[in-house]
Structures are given as structure tokens and as C-alpha cells.
């Protein structure tokens, strides 16, 4: 079931490394904004990369696993902020506003239904199992999932949008990443969960346990990534894989979010594994899992702003630095045509 990606385009990579050093400024000195243009250039392919309008795209779900205590927020909270990003008043809604992103809200499996003609209805169930005691989903339904969220990122897409947010909104879903990050990499549960939404610290030693029984009862397969999405995972943790795919199938970069973003992204990689080659991390969440899936896709992050909220705000917070790698290559005099002496 992979899903072909293209190459990236080495040589403009090259072309615009070696029209960098040509601009009025100390070669190197733009640091990692210089990495940044050569890298968006070698996933577009263009020579100066067009990344606006970004789409930022929202999926919500409802997790089984909230009904045993793992969240410091009751699981209605899910529907009410998507009534929240209806009406513009979320975080991610100001800093979408504020970067002129597209943005798209999709219901890939609430409790409940909310009425609203810019909501996309594309719920595969009403919320998943309480993966403690039973599977999260079906295979079936986990694939559904993964592939509404291809098609809604590849809409947006072909409607313009050249860079890709990924964002959700689903209570529990900190527990649902842990378990999904701890069946994928090994990596001990100790080490991935954190606070989430922010639950007291005697609580974190309860939700491990919680994840930790689970996967011994549940045994995801490490190498079988719908398996994991199916017994521990989360719908809008597979749309975000799909739609992250989509993202790498037509050169889109994707700006990744937070740590439930993250897992999303280490799924789509055991999906098609050069998915990452279009990948760029927004952003540090506090969440102690975050940092360690960076570490074993091989990434840096942007940011480090101690967020640990999710809805895509981390990466949307990050994206003028996007822009200005892409506006240094685009705007900036070089040597020649500003007649300043270059290096000796
Ligand atoms: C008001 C509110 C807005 C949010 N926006 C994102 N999340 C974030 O918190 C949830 C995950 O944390 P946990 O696993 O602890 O439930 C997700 O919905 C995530 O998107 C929010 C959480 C709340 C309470
Ligand atoms: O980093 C995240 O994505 C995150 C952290 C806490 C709560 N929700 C999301």
C-alpha cells in the first residue's frame, strides 16, 4: 500500500546552494534559513519556491481511551473547540489568520455532529475503542481514515495550497501518540508520556500504566502500521498520515506541528519511507515524545517556544521563517548586481 514519492530535486538544490553564496552577505551567515531555501528548493524542484498560500487542516476526532481518566480535560471538549475553529476563535485560527494560511476543518470521527457548511463530514466512526480494553478500530477503518485524510490534503492542494499544516484536535490523543510512538520505535512508554493537556504528575505515572497494559494487551505489530493505527491509534492520527503522504506525493512541504503531528508522520514514514524528504519541523512541544521522534526521523526543529497545545499552532507559528528563506533567495541583491567585492 506505499505510496510512490517522487524524488527531491538534487540539483536545484545545488543551483541554489551556489546562488546563495552570490548574495550581499557573508557566505553561511543566514545560517540555517540558507539550509532552508536550498531544501524547500529541492522538494518543489523550483528555483525559488513558492510556499503561500500555506493550508492548514484540521482533523478532529474522539478517542475511547478518554473514559479512563488520561486527559485533564473532559472529552466534549473535542466537539466544543471544533465549534471554537468554526468561529475563528481558536489559537490556530489567529496565527492562520496572521500567515493568510487556507483553512480546512475536517470531522474524521467525533462523538458527536455539529451542522456547519465549512465543516467537511468525514467521519469514519463515532470516536474510537477504548484501546484498554478492545482495538481502538477496524484495519478497515483505520485505512479509511488515512485515506480520506490523503484525499482532503490532496484537494487542497490542487486548489493551491503550497505547504501543508497539518493540525488536530482530539481529547486523549497525547495517550493515543504515546502508544502508537512506543509499538513503533520500542522506545519506552517512561520516556514518551507527558503531561498532555496538563494532568499532575502522579497522574502521569497512571497514564504510562494505562498505555503500558494497553500495548501488552493489544500487541501492535511494529512493523505493521495500520495494525498500530487499529489497536491503539487515533482517526485523526491516521488522516494526518494520509494527508501527509498526499502532501510528499505532489512536492507540497509539509511544516509538522507537535508531538501528535509528529506521530502522524512517523506513521506515514513506515507507509512510504522517503515521506520525510518533504518534511519540515515547526517546532519543540514540551512533550517529551516530541523531541524523540525528531531524533529518529533525523530532524531539527525550528522553534522551541515550550508549546504544547497542537492544532497545527506550533507550525503555523513557525512559517514566516519559511518565508523569509524563501524571500532572502527571491529579494536579495548579489555581489554582481549590487558591485560589492566579494570574498578573496
Ligand atoms: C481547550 C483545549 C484546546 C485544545 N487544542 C488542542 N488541544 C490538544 O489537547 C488534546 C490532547 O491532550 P490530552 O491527551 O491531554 O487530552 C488534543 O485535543 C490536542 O489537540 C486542546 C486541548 C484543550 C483542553
Ligand atoms: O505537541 C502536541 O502536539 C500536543 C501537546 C499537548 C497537547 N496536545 C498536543
Given at each position: 500500500m506505499a505510496v510512490p514519492i517522487p524524488k527531491r530535486h538534487e540539483k536545484t538544490g545545488e543551483e541554489v546552494q551556489k546562488y546563495i553564496n552570490s548574495?550581499?552577505?557573508?557566505?553561511?551567515?543566514?545560517g540555517r534559513l540558507e539550509e532552508l531555501a536550498v531544501e524547500l528548493s529541492k522538494m518543489?524542484?523550483?528555483?525559488?519556491?513558492v510556499i503561500s498560500p500555506p493550508g492548514v487542516i484540521i482533523f478532529a476526532a474522539d478517542h475511547g481511551i478518554a473514559s479512563e481518566g488520561?486527559?485533564?480535560?473532559?472529552?466534549e471538549v473535542t466537539v466544543q473547540m471544533v465549534r471554537n475553529f468554526l468561529n475563528g476563535g481558536a489559537a490556530i485560527n489567529v496565527f492562520s489568520r496572521s500567515i493568510c494560511a487556507k483553512m480546512c476543518v475536517v470531522?474524521?470521527?467525533?462523538?458527536s455532529d455539529i451542522e456547519h457548511e465549512q465543516l467537511k463530514v468525514k467521519k469514519v466512526r463515532y470516536g474510537t475503542a477504548n484501546f484498554f480494553n478492545e482495538?481502538?478500530?477496524s484495519r478497515d477503518e483505520a485505512m479509511k481514515a488515512l485515506e480520506a485524510g490523503y484525499e482532503q490534503a490532496a484537494k487542497m492542494i490542487s486548489g493551491g495550497v503550497k505547504c501543508l499544516i497539518p493540525g488536530e484536535m482530539g481529547i486523549g490523543n497525547t495517550t493515543a501518540s504515546s502508544a502508537v510512538t512506543a509499538a513503533i520505535s520500542g522506545v519506552s512508554v517512561e520516556k514518551l508520556v507527558g503531561v498532555g493537556t496538563g494532568i499532575e504528575k502522579e497522574k502521569i505515572k497512571y497514564k504510562q500504566r494505562i498505555i503500558q497494559q494497553a500495548l501488552e494487551k493489544r500487541k501492535?505489530?511494529?512493523?505493521?502500521p495500520i495494525d498500530v493505527l487499529s489497536k491503539v491509534g487515533g482517526l485523526e492520527i491516521a488522516a494526518m498520515a494520509g494527508a501527509m503522504l498526499a502532501s510528499a506525493a505532489n512536492r507540497t512541504p509539509i511544516l509538522v506541528d507537535g508531538f501528535i503531528a509528529a506521530t502522524a508522520a512517523l506513521v506515514a514514514k513506515q507507509i512510504s519511507?522517503?515521506?520525510?524528504?518533504y518534511m519540515i519541523m515547526g517546532h519543540c512541544s514540551v512533550e517529551p515524545g516530541h523531541k524523540i521522534i525528531m531524533d529518529l526521523l533525523g530532524k531539527k526543529p525550528?522553534?522551541?517556544?515550550q508549546m504544547r497545545l497542537g492544532e497545527g499552532s506550533g507550525a503555523a507559528v513557525a512559517f514566516p521563517i519559511l518565508q523569509s528563506a524563501v524571500l532572502m533567495l527571491k529579494e536579495m541583491a548579489t555581489f554582481e548586481s549590487a558591485q560589492i567585492s566579494d570574498r578573496e
Open positions: 548574495l550581499t552577505k557573508p557566505q553561511g551567515s543566514l518543489t524542484g523550483e528555483v525559488f519556491p488520561i486527559s485533564a480535560y473532559p472529552q470531522d474524521i470521527g467525533m462523538t482495538n481502538a478500530m501492535p505489530k511494529a512493523d505493521d519511507n522517503n515521506v520525510t524528504d525550528l522553534l522551541d517556544l
